[in-house]
């Protein structure tokens, strides 16, 4: 199982864009990596998902080296609602046994 | 993304009761699902994996008569805690696998809060 580190917590302003963190030094080589946001007393929503390089929708940016062992996701211009815990998953898409949730990152996003 | 439906997302009840959670895919056929406990300001941890027309597999330390699942259709898994106790009180959040053109992607339902008295 490919385990993941990210930051406990972070603090923004709104208006400013955000980049978290993952390092999963232990990534294998079809392992794909999932980003969720999770809201107090809501489940994860799936929020961007890549194998390699940089992967962008309409909410969100994936970052992802050559090497694969880290990941940053952006999010562009946070706002109060995007205050939220992001969770970086990596593993076998689809395969919940291998996508463990790791402690996640409360970002804070300040008026 | 494709939308799962979990119900109820609040119950409240006695110990010793048994309370069922549902969870549906509503747009997508889902052969596998997954159920998660989480406590306050805590992650997600797995507790089983609910295979469509076959038994569920459980993680190590979760009871499987305490915690029966059940998955009669590609849209429906049940999750259902059985004489419920206090310590069972927690958030439970189901998954489900969408196995779509652009990738395999897992999405979650909106979670139950049980509270057993």
């Known amino acids: 199982l490919a385990k993941t580190t990210q930051p406990i917590s972070m603090d923004s302003y709104e208006g400013q864009e955000v980049n978290i963190t993952c390092s999963h030094n232990n990534i294998a080589t079809n392992d794909y990596i999932t980003w969720y946001q999770q809201f107090p007393s809501q489940g994860p929503r799936f929020i961007i998902q890549?194998?390699?390089t940089k992967v962008t929708n309409e909410v969100a940016s994936l970052f992802i080296p050559a090497d694969r062992k880290s990941s940053t996701l952006s999010l562009p211009r946070v706002s109060l609602s995007d205050t939220a815990v992001y969770y970086c998953?990596?593993?076998?898409?689809?395969?919940?046994?291998?996508?463990?949730f790791g402690s996640g990152t409360q970002l804070t996003v300040l008026p | 993304g494709a939308v799962v439906s979990q119900h109820p997302s609040r119950v409240i009840c006695k110990s010793g009761t048994s309370v069922k959670i549902e969870c549906r895919s509503l747009?997508?056929?889902?052969?596998?699902m997954f159920w998660y406990r989480q406590f306050p300001k805590k992650s997600l941890m797995l507790m089983a994996t609910s295979n469509e027309g076959s038994k569920a597999t459980y993680e190590q330390g979760v009871e499987k008569d305490k915690f029966l699942i059940n998955h009669a259709s590609l849209t429906l898994s049940t999750l259902t805690v059985t004489s419920a106790h206090p310590e069972d009180s927690s958030f439970y959040i189901c998954?489900?696998?969408?196995?779509?053109?652009?990738?395999?992607?897992?999405?979650f339902g909106s979670g139950t809060q049980l509270s057993v008295l």
């Open positions: 747009d997508f056929q889902a052969t596998t």
């Open positions: 890549g194998y390699k």
């Open positions: 998953l990596v593993g076998r898409s689809g395969s919940a046994r291998q996508l463990t």
């Open positions: 998954s489900a696998r969408d196995e779509g053109a652009d990738g395999e992607k897992l999405f």
